[in-house]
């Protein structure tokens, strides 16, 4: 009774959203798409994808992706939570430090990589700080090409310091949705700290969980700029490569290969958190 009276006005508020995602996502995915199955001369033709897979750099560009989303995500996740419990527990100063955990939002990812090129430098902070209290003996070269799992290193702690607290910010507003009726229930019957956040907290934070993941495995997949700041050379990512074919080599096909293979990722690991994180809605037949 209640939709029959709402009518048309839910459809309504929907229509500037969707008119968005249909502009500015919808089309130039399907316009990336077509380019990327293009030649030059506008036929289809599967060479771009193929040229592509057969680049000097493909294999390599691929595997740091992949790496860099399985190392960030999880140790984001792990932050992330702990921070919006420390935000959520409204201890003396908890508004603080939620300021203090969101600054970096306001850097942006270029910013955020020039910042740790300073950590990490050969004359950078984190050698200075390590042969003033003797652990090291001479300077330690992060960012050496011959050393890639290190650079590697150097963009997981970058990329985890800029943008956990875009995961930290949709934590708490999950952590506070849920009624303290069901943490007084949990207290009453005895459980420990982890047992609330295992048994209480996490399963009532599924929505919020998607939403966060999703998200951050997309921008991982993405990463570009940090990459460039530490890494030049060193390492590359599938960003990097779409970004060198359609300006150093001016091929706009095989860099749409890229795009839309970056795009094809991003969509395989939405559809996999959805299936694996299911919410009460969702999990109803």
């Known amino acids: 009774m209640r939709a029959r009276r709402l009518g048309w006005a839910p459809y309504a508020l929907l229509l500037p959203s969707l ?26 033709t599967l060479a771009s994808v193929q040229r592509m897979l057969n680049d000097a750099n493909f294999m390599r560009a691929l595997t740091t992706t992949v ?17 919006a419990l420390v935000v959520n527990a409204r201890l003396k100063g908890s508004g603080l430090w939620l300021y203090v955990y969101a600054l970096p939002l306001g850097i942006s990812e270029l910013a955020a990589g020039i ?97 966060a993941l999703i998200l951050r495995t997309i921008l991982a997949f993405q990463v570009f700029a940090t990459v ?8 590359t ?16 096909h095989v860099a749409a290969a890229y795009a839309g293979l970056i795009l094809t990722l991003s969509i395989v690991s939405t559809v996999l958190f959805l299936w694996l994180l299911p919410t009460r809605e969702e999990q109803q037949p």
Request: without cysteine; hydrophobic residues 55%; charged residues 15%.
């Open 115 to 211: 910042v740790w090129v300073s950590i990490f430098t050969q004359t950078g902070w984190l050698n200075s700080i390590l042969e003033g209290l003797g652990l090291i003996e001479r300077p330690i070269i992060w960012q050496s090409s011959e050393t890639p799992w290190l650079i590697l290193i150097t963009v997981v702690l970058a990329e985890a310091w800029r943008a956990t607290s875009i995961i930290m910010i949709i934590l708490v507003a999950g952590l506070q949705s849920i009624p303290p009726e069901y943490l007084e229930a949990a207290d009453v019957y005895g459980a420990t700290t982890w047992q609330k956040v295992r048994h209480v907290v996490l399963p009532m934070l599924r929505p919020s969980l998607q939403v």
């Open 19 to 44: 008119a968005f995602l249909l502009v500015f996502f919808a089309t130039p995915m399907f316009q990336a798409f077509v380019l990327g199955l293009q030649d030059r001369t506008g036929e289809w």
């Open 67 to 83: 790496w860099l989303v399985v190392l960030i995500v999880p140790i984001q996740f792990v932050l992330a939570m702990s921070m």
């Open 237 to 252: 990512v599938l960003a990097e490569e779409a970004q060198r074919w359609a300006t150093d080599i001016d091929n706009d």
């Open 228 to 235: 460039i700041a530490l890494g030049g050379t060193g390492v």
